[in-house]
């Protein structure tokens, strides 16, 4: 049987999509910590560590004395940074430096307010209008309104009461409201996110705010029964703010920082920030409403990984393995002789008698355009099974070759 491989060319194009944007980087990130009630020693390096990933950003981190301390020591230069990160909950700042990050914002500069950032400030009146929604910090009726979804509107909410709340937390559905904004565009509209706080009950000016996304804080688990913002954007002055309340974080990042719906959303959310556009593609291993997608210490996977994982496939949840496999044959086969090396293992794949029908009809997909005579009798092993049989003879079909 003929190989056609003029098919890799076409294939290796049309899925470019599952490859990270590969850029040199173009901005300068800041990150600000250094107190928090939030574990800030374990969120602050992640979050250096992801907006590098992109290759899009250089960061630094710069912290505030601790708690008691000087902060009239605290005079970071924001002017040299294309987007502020603040991963900060804690005494307030100078007057000068936060007149000093106020010109920042009002002067074009981005800013991404991440998880419980937004607890912070309760009286700098500048900040809270760059944060569009605050909790806790005694925030309540004269802090602004409540600002949530219901029947698919938005509600301004002016009820007294206490600003900020969570349940216990779990893993839960984020919804986008913007599918055409930036940083969501091409975003699953129903995502699952990992175990992580569910904010509710936020309010604040909510002037000038955009909400992207929301999640509905379930009443089972101690919610406010109300469809939560989630991803908002703030403008102030001349400068753009991305505002995620996702991503509380465990040591080592833990499965609200792990999950890859936190990750893309605060790259593309810190992208925007920086320069009002979004370049990077949305990778393979996004979740949907099917489940959460993990990536686990932010390690890169190994083929090793890939092949062991996609054994043991089940179609209701992700297909991160399989897409890093398809990802890697198209980037990494150059000849016919690296395709065989990766047909060879989806055959034992194929012929494995642990790995689930889910995974072999995945294999069978993938060998349907770029499989040789080397998988056909593993292929037709397979359609003597009734499961198996459509899948196994679609296969063989698609690899006949053209006349």
């Not at 002017?79 to 603040?86: E, F, L, R, T």
């Not at 937390?169 to 699952?192: C, D, Q, S, Y």
Request: aromatic share 10%.
């Amino acid at each position: 049987m003929k190989k056609q491989y003029i098919l890799v060319l076409v294939f290796a194009g049309l899925l470019a999509t599952f490859n990270a944007c590969q850029k040199s980087a173009e901005y300068k990130a800041l990150i600000v910590t250094g107190q928090n009630n939030h574990n800030w020693k374990a969120s602050s390096p992640v979050l250096k560590q992801l907006l590098e990933q992109t290759g899009l950003f250089t960061a630094e981190i710069v912290k505030t004395p601790e708690k008691g301390g000087d902060m009239s020591t605290f005079n970071p230069d924001f002017s040299k940074y294309n987007v502020v990160v603040i991963d900060y909950n804690g005494e307030s700042w100078s007057d000068k430096t936060k007149t000093a990050f106020a010109d920042y914002v009002n002067n074009g500069g981005g800013v991404v307010v991440y998880h419980g950032a937004n607890n912070s400030f309760p009286e700098w009146k500048e900040f809270n209008l760059m944060c569009g929604l605050g909790g806790w910090g005694n925030r309540s009726e004269k802090d602004g309104p409540y600002v949530y979804f219901k029947n698919d509107s938005m509600v301004i909410d002016t009820t007294a009461g206490r600003g900020g709340s969570h349940a216990k937390r779990h893993e839960f559905e984020v919804k986008i409201r913007n599918a055409e904004h930036p940083v969501t565009k091409g975003l699953p509209i129903h995502w699952m996110h990992g175990n992580d706080e569910l904010y509710s009950q936020l309010r604040g000016p909510a002037k000038n705010m955009e909400i992207l996304a929301t999640a509905y804080a379930d009443t089972t688990g101690g919610g406010s029964g109300r469809d939560e913002p989630m991803l908002m954007t703030i403008s102030y002055g001349k400068g753009r703010i991305f505002h995620t309340v996702l991503g509380h974080a465990d040591e080592g990042g833990g499965p609200a920082m792990e999950c890859a719906g936190f990750i893309v959303t605060f790259q593309r959310g810190a992208e925007w920030a920086a320069s009002g556009k979004v370049t990077q593609k949305i990778p393979y291993d996004f979740p949907n409403a099917a489940g959460v997608s993990i990536r686990t210490g932010f390690k890169e996977l190994t083929l090793a990984d890939d092949m062991a994982m996609i054994e043991k496939y089940d179609i209701t949840k992700s297909t991160k393995y399989f897409a890093d496999l398809q990802s890697r044959i198209r980037n990494e086969a150059k000849t016919a002789q690296d395709y065989q090396q990766f047909e060879k293992l989806m055959i034992k794949v194929l012929e494995s008698k642990e790995a689930t029908d889910d995974s072999k009809k995945l294999i069978l997909g993938e060998l349907s355009w770029m499989g040789s005579d080397l998988c056909i009798p593993a292929i037709k092993e397979l359609a003597k099974n009734a499961g198996l049989k459509d899948a196994a003879e679609f296969a063989l079909a698609r690899m006949q070759p053209t006349k």
